[in-house]
């Protein structure tokens, strides 16, 4: 009996995890509330240097980004 209400009490799916962007790129998911992706709506990236940018609300329409940092260093993602 104990293992069954284990069971319901468990969550159903574990969080979203992000994986880390390759080394030299940038990355990340941007987030839309619309299919035709026009509204930006949230974000979760990783700039060159490493650092996370969280923002917005992440859900609806997602997009993948990544792109090479070149020996400039371009800006945040």
Do not use: E
């Not at 319901?8 to 574990?14: E, V």
């Not at 994986?19 to 299919?35: E, H, K, N, Q, V």
């Not at 940018?53 to 997009?63: A, F, H, N, V």
């Amino acid at each position: 009996m104990l293992g069954i209400g284990a069971a319901l009490l468990a969550p159903t799916a574990p969080a979203q995890a992000y994986g880390a962007c390759a080394a030299g790129t940038m990355c990340g998911w941007l987030y839309y509330s619309d299919a035709a992706r026009t509204h930006q709506q949230g974000g979760h990236t990783t700039n060159c240097q490493g650092v996370v940018l969280d923002w917005g609300i992440k859900s609806g329409y997602s997009t993948f980004i990544s792109q090479g940092c070149g020996g400039d260093g371009p800006g945040p993602v």
